[in-house]
């Protein structure tokens, strides 16, 4: 999977009348990729000094090309700021909007077969599934992590080289009108639909309105072109009918619905992998796959679609799903040294929602603690859940019990629904913030348990993840992370 290479991604002269700038100083021989990330450029790339929340990258400029940035794109009204620059410098009046025009170049020169993904859970996962799978049949280009907002997605779209054969981009969104330019910006063969949830709900009056901002997808999709749904989702007929309302022809199904179009007829469900029988748009294969979790297995019947309708070799593909781990922070594993032996952290840190929550409470159902050990649930607060906040927290407490938890610790002040729902008998640990929970955590774990970690960014779950890993680090270092092939 690519993102972007020491070779010619584009000619200076092509940057300069993408973007439509001014340059300035002499002009670099190639530009080897692109950046708005000052600490992790690399020679040859272009700089763009886009503002972000926290950060101007005007202030980074002369960082970048210290360290190696061929250009800088800069804007006009900080030109007189940066002092003197011998260096190469492209002016232009805005510069989040010239990496705009720079990803529309990249979509207009491409010839690659493009996939665009989206839905309210496991975006992230499936594309770097659909990524992995597709590198069985030529070059593909990915958008890295979660770069699927208004920066991100331009950002992965003008890393795209000319010589890629499959383009595969995350869109996301938490309002309204979010998904529509950015998806127009990646002009898809294929739309992809993970599911839809009340995740958001603080920006949307209802779920059904959270459909129809996920639906936006199908704006974008050119011509010809199919849109990949969730049968088994409830908001299956509302997409499809959106996706038809926006003239795509071709709505292929997945899920375990007996008329799925890509369908699962059954699975093997253990604690690291699991294994999966379906038939796929009429053809009927088995294959494995390196992370646990039904959800995984519902979202590799999408990918696999996918390939299919992107015309890519589906059982070579599906062969590689078994070589591929969790993506950081949803799902990977790591050993603990505890005592003598070891206990096992399943770090599904990266951000949470109700459905990802059940999600992730399933997979430590599935999971089996070794003699004496026990399954201990680490929650955080979901956020942007608005007024249903205590009542989805709440709800958590009937999967943590069928699960099979035997101890819970939460963070963060919304989730006290969920403490008050849980038997007194799992209430482990409660905690207004996620790092004072280290010290209780650290002194009831034991050998043989499997501990999982969940929670929203901002509940910083994260860095509690990391916390326990250093306390309990196994030596020699690297034990535990897995043989398979990480995507990020």
Do not use: C
């Not at 603080?202 to 936006?216: G, L, T």
């Amino acid at each position: 999977m690519m993102e972007s290479t020491g070779s010619t991604l584009w000619t200076f002269d092509e940057l300069v009348a993408a973007v439509g700038g001014r340059p300035i100083g002499p002009p670099p021989t190639f530009i080897g990729g692109i950046s708005i990330d000052s600490r992790t450029i690399r020679p040859g790339d272009a700089f763009f000094a886009i503002r972000g929340d926290a950060f101007d990258g005007h202030a980074f400029v002369s960082m970048a090309l210290g360290a190696g940035a061929a250009t800088a794109v800069v804007a006009e009204a900080k030109l007189a700021g940066l002092g003197h620059v011998s260096r190469s410098l492209i002016v232009v009046e805005d510069v989040l909007s010239a990496l705009v025009a720079l990803s529309q170049a990249a979509r207009a020169r491409s010839t690659a077969r493009i996939a665009a993904v989206t839905g309210s859970v496991g975006k992230t996962g499936t594309k770097a599934m659909l990524a992995a799978a597709l590198e069985v049949d030529g070059l593909v280009h990915a958008s890295p992590a979660s770069f699927n907002n208004h920066w991100g997605v331009p950002l992965s779209l003008a890393r795209l080289p000319p010589s890629a054969r499959y383009g595969v981009f995350e869109v996301g969104m938490n309002h309204s009108g979010e998904i529509e330019p950015l998806v127009r910006l990646v002009a898809p063969q294929v739309a992809i639909v993970t599911t839809v949830e009340p995740v958001h709900l603080e920006y949307f009056d209802d779920v059904d309105s959270i459909a129809r901002a996920k639906a936006e997808i199908f704006l974008g999709v050119e011509p010809g072109g199919a849109a990949i749904l969730n049968l088994d989702n409830p908001y299956f007929d509302l997409l499809a009918s959106l996706a038809a309302n926006a003239g795509i022809e071709r709505i292929v199904s997945f899920g375990e619905h007996p008329e799925a179009d890509a369908r699962l007829e059954a699975v093997d469900l253990t604690a690291e992998r699991s294994n999966v029988l379906a038939t796929i748009l009429g053809t009927e294969i088995t294959y494995a796959l390196g992370s646990p979790g039904r959800h995984v297995v519902q979202n590799s019947l999408a990918v696999l679609a996918a390939v299919t309708v992107l015309g890519a070799d589906m059982a070579q593909a599906a062969g590689i799903l078994g070589a591929i781990n969790a993506p950081t922070g949803r799902g990977d594993r790591y050993e603990l040294a505890v005592g003598d032996s070891s206990a096992t952290l399943i770090d599904e840190s990266y951000n949470a929602n109700p459905a990802s929550m059940r999600a992730a409470i399933a997979v430590l159902g599935q999971a089996v603690p070794a003699k004496g050990g026990r399954r201990i649930a680490v929650l955080g607060e979901m956020r942007e859940l608005g007024d249903a906040a205590p009542s989805l927290h709440a709800e958590l407490a009937e999967p943590l019990v069928a699960a099979g938890a035997d101890a819970v610790f939460l963070a963060g002040p919304m989730t006290e629904s969920l403490w008050a729902a849980l038997p007194e008998s799992l209430r482990g640990g409660y905690a207004d913030i996620a790092a004072d929970l280290e010290s209780p955590i650290a002194e009831l774990l034991r050998p043989g348990d499997v501990l999982m970690i969940k929670g929203s960014n901002a509940s910083r779950l994260g860095l509690l993840a990391e916390a326990l890993r250093a306390r309990f680090a196994k030596m020699p270092a690297g034990a535990g992370e897995g043989q398979g092939r990480e995507i990020a």
